[in-house]
């Protein structure tokens, strides 16, 4: 079983809808974040959490919001979705600590907003 | 600000031959850490290596390797041997830890293996 799973995998949406993307993973990492990527400009932050009490924006989190209701759960909403907010969504936990602190990351979602 | 950039948006090799993507990085910090992801098709985020700013040695992992130049904040990656299964998008990221957590990408190179 993957370690790093989200839900839906692909989502077609309607301008004005609320969303939710949902991430969990099994690897009892503390850390865990959320991308967004566009074609031609890589992978940018939208919110990050280092534990349950703990959540902090990235750079574009605007329009955006999240839930860490778990240790191993970690959602990303939007409010009321635009065309502009079409992208692929990643979901990416670490250990922390010392040594680069690599990420792992979900399969993505697919995420069209009509 | 950190930055990453790779300036060559598209690359092609052909299968079993050598090939260089570049990466140029800008940072203050003088501990970080730099990683180069590939994504596949299937867009799967899949780490291919990491280097340690403060060690000289260059990374290698099988048939990736890196070049790093800290000076000139320059982290090449290197591949050998190339594989069609190589074809995908790969990001190279600046890493820097502490309170001033923070993973940056640059906008990736799509490298095509040809048959």
């Known amino acids: 079983d993957a370690d790093v799973t989200q839900t839906p995998r692909n989502r077609i949406t309607k301008t004005g809808k609320r969303i939710m993307l949902e991430c969990s993973q099994t690897?009892?990492?503390?850390?865990m974040y959320w991308y967004r990527q566009d074609p031609g400009l890589g992978l940018r932050l939208i919110y990050y959490s280092f534990d349950v009490k703990d959540i902090n924006k990235g750079e574009i989190s605007d329009g955006y919001s999240v839930s860490r209701q778990a240790q191993a759960k970690f959602s990303l909403s939007l409010e009321s979705a635009i065309p502009n907010q079409t992208a692929l969504y990643f979901c990416?936990?670490?250990?922390?600590?010392?040594?680069?602190?690599?990420?792992?990351f979900g399969p993505g979602t697919r995420l069209t907003v009509l | 600000a950190q930055t990453v950039t790779q300036s060559q948006p598209e690359m092609s090799v052909q299968e079993a031959e050598t090939v260089t993507l570049s990466c140029t990085y800008d940072?203050?910090?003088?501990?970080?850490?730099l990683f180069w992801y590939k994504q596949p098709p299937s867009r799967q985020m899949i780490l291919v290596i990491r280097q340690e700013a403060y060690k000289q040695q260059n990374a290698t992992e099988n048939r990736f390797s890196v070049n790093f130049q800290k000076a000139a904040k320059s982290f090449s990656l290197k591949i050998s041997d190339s594989q069609l299964g190589d074809t995908a998008m790969y990001f190279c990221a600046h890493y820097s830890g502490g309170s001033n957590y923070k993973l940056t990408f640059g906008k990736g190179t799509l490298l095509t293996v040809n048959p």
């Open positions: 690897k009892g990492h503390d850390r």
């Open positions: 990416a936990t670490s250990l922390g600590g010392s040594g680069g602190d690599e990420q792992f």
């Open positions: 940072t203050s910090e003088n501990n970080y850490y």
